[in-house]
């Protein structure tokens, strides 16, 4: 996921032994994810639908789905804000070489190109439910599930933790989505920096948004519509929500449209998001 993960365990000395086997499972759990959501391995899932997704659905498990079902919630919710078919436009924008990485997209011929002007061409990502499964209607998507891929793994390898009856424990994804798990040692709570400011975490995740995090002059969250634009490189959001997808979707979202703070208000509030700023 072009990203370095770090993991925080706390247990008696005794125990060091066990909780590095654990964290041995844990980092599995991440890397599957990775291999899974990845834009930039030709094997992964991404990359399958990515190729074919307009010509058959691609089955999910039930991880699988939860992951497409907050990108669909957030997405509606946020008025497209959240939009994950943005993987053509930040290859166009130059966003992937800038990071030395090479996005796995499928080509797109002349003349489907000349059929279907536009970014991103014709068609949309739909997710269905029922089938468990996800399709797209025209051959013109081509999801980055990015940073909400990110806060999946964060949330799977939290489960694997509790699997394993740890309960306390602090995880990062590129420093960017964090998960706090129980408390810090003689603490209440675990306390992250977030821009000067001490948050403080117990069974929640954060995650933090910055458009200009990659560069000064050229905001990297790109804003839906006809034409992709950039959002201005001076936004920023931290959101902490019960799951690090859905903080990370959200603070997404909300770093592209700073004005969801005020009109999506009350979904918020139903989904248990804060604002921090």
């Known amino acids: 996921m072009g990203t370095t993960f770090e993991l925080v ?22 890397r599957e994810v990775e291999s899974r959501w990845s834009l930039f391995l030709p094997s992964s899932r ?7 997704g307009h010509q058959q659905a691609l089955a999910l498990d039930a991880d699988d789905l939860a992951l497409f079902q907050v990108a669909s919630r957030v997405k509606r919710d946020s008025g497209g804000a959240f939009e994950p078919d ?3 436009a930040m290859d166009a924008a130059g966003h992937f070489a800038a990071r030395g990485l090479a996005a796995c997209l499928p080509e797109v011929s002349e003349g489907a190109a000349a059929e279907s002007p536009g970014p991103a061409l014709a068609g949309t990502w739909n997710l269905d439910e029922l089938s468990c499964s996800v399709s797209f209607s025209g051959l013109g998507p081509a999801l980055d599930l990015g940073a ?28 960017s989505s964090v998960v706090a798990l129980g408390s810090a040692p003689g603490q209440e709570a675990w306390t992250v920096d977030v821009h000067g400011h001490q948050v403080r975490l117990r069974d ?7 458009a200009g995090s990659q560069s000064a002059h050229d905001g990297h969250i790109l804003i839906p519509g ?6 201005d490189v001076q936004n920023t959001a931290a959101v902490v929500a019960p799951s690090a997808a859905l903080a990370d979707a959200w603070a997404t979202a909300l770093c592209a449209n700073p004005e969801l703070a005020q009109a ?6 139903e989904q248990n998001v804060k604002l921090l700023h």
């Open 148 to 175: 909400i891929a990110k806060g999946h793994a964060l949330d799977l390898a939290v489960r694997e933790l509790s699997e394993y009856a740890v309960d306390a424990a602090l995880l990062h994804g590129g420093t």
């Open 204 to 210: 929640q995740a954060l995650a933090v948004s910055d």
């Open 226 to 231: 006809a034409q992709f634009i950039a959002a």
């Open 46 to 52: 991404l990359a399958l639908l990515n190729r074919t």
């Open 264 to 269: 999506a208000s009350g979904l918020l509030l």
């Open 86 to 88: 943005v993987a053509r």
């Open 9 to 30: 365990l706390v247990a008696e000395r005794k125990e060091r032994g066990r909780l590095e086997a654990i964290a041995e499972v844990v980092f599995d759990v991440i």
